[in-house]
T-cell receptor
Framework: KAGVTQTPRYLIKTRGQQVTLSCSPISGHRSVSWYQQTPGQGLQFLFEYFSETQRNKGNFPGRFSGRQFSNSRSEMNVSTLELGDSALYLC?????????????FGNGTRLTVT | AQSVTQLGSHVSVSEGALVLLRCNYSSSVPPYLFWYVQYPNQGLQLLLKYTTGATLVKGINGFEAEFKKSETSFHLTKPSAHMSDAAEYFCAVSKETSGSRLTFGEGTQLTVNP
């Protein structure tokens, strides 16, 4: 079975631009979560989608948004990029989510904002 | 609110020595606990998880962790370190009502010396 696939692996953007990151979960997994990883803040939860609905959301500004498609693939969008948005963005999938469900992570998208 | 504290951002051991990575959690309800490992330029890989039942949990690569409710701890151990164990380790907690949302500790960078 293929693992979680995130594209692109690396991205360089300029302040003020917007960016879209993509995540393809493991086949059969219906829950997709997104995390931001930075040296200063560590791993922080962005949001979770299940069956095309946002089920949970972290404490990030509205510039961060996401969606999930009927095939469970997910995208996250960051608008009006700031330097502080530079981070590794990790996507994770699980069968149905829920407490205790182990997450399977992709290798991430490294976003650099200049 | 639940939180996780990992004692020691850097741990250094000799090859063949015991590995002990410490994790304490705070949660108002019985939590689900996880240990993940992250190798450079990769996503997170699940080492082991505690949900309910046996308090000693065995994971992959020879790692295990013991859930101690009285001490609110979930320390990770491995009897004999291998060079390939060098990586960053994250303790994480979730609960039934939080879906797939994980709260991570700050991480512990493990160095294995020859």
């Amino acid at each position: 079975k293929a693992g979680v696939t995130q594209t692109p692996r690396y991205l360089i953007k300029t302040r003020g631009q917007q960016v879209t990151l993509s995540c393809s979960p493991i086949s059969g997994h219906r829950s997709v979560s997104w995390y931001q990883q930075t040296p200063g803040q560590g791993l922080q939860f962005l949001f979770e989608y299940f069956s095309e609905t946002q089920r949970n959301k972290g404490n990030f500004p509205g510039r961060f948004s996401g969606r999930q498609f009927s095939n469970s693939r997910s995208e996250m969008n960051v608008s009006t990029l700031e330097l502080g948005d530079s981070a590794l963005y990790l996507c994770a999938s699980s069968l149905a989510g829920g407490g205790g469900a182990p997450l399977h992570f992709g290798n991430g998208t490294r976003l650099t904002v200049t | 609110a639940q939180s996780v504290t990992q004692l020691g951002s850097h741990v250094s051991v000799s090859e063949g020595a015991l590995v002990l990575l410490r994790c304490n959690y705070s949660s108002s309800v019985p939590p689900y606990l996880f240990w993940y490992v992250q190798y450079p330029n990769q996503g997170l890989q699940l080492l082991l998880k505690y949900t309910t039942g046996a308090t000693l949990v065995k994971g992959i690569n020879g790692f295990e962790a013991e859930f101690k409710k009285s001490e609110t701890s979930f320390h990770l151990t491995k009897p004999s370190a291998h060079m390939s164990d060098a990586a960053e380790y994250f303790c994480a907690v979730s609960k039934e009502t939080s879906g797939s949302r994980l709260t991570f500790g700050e991480g512990t960078q493990l160095t294995v010396n020859p």
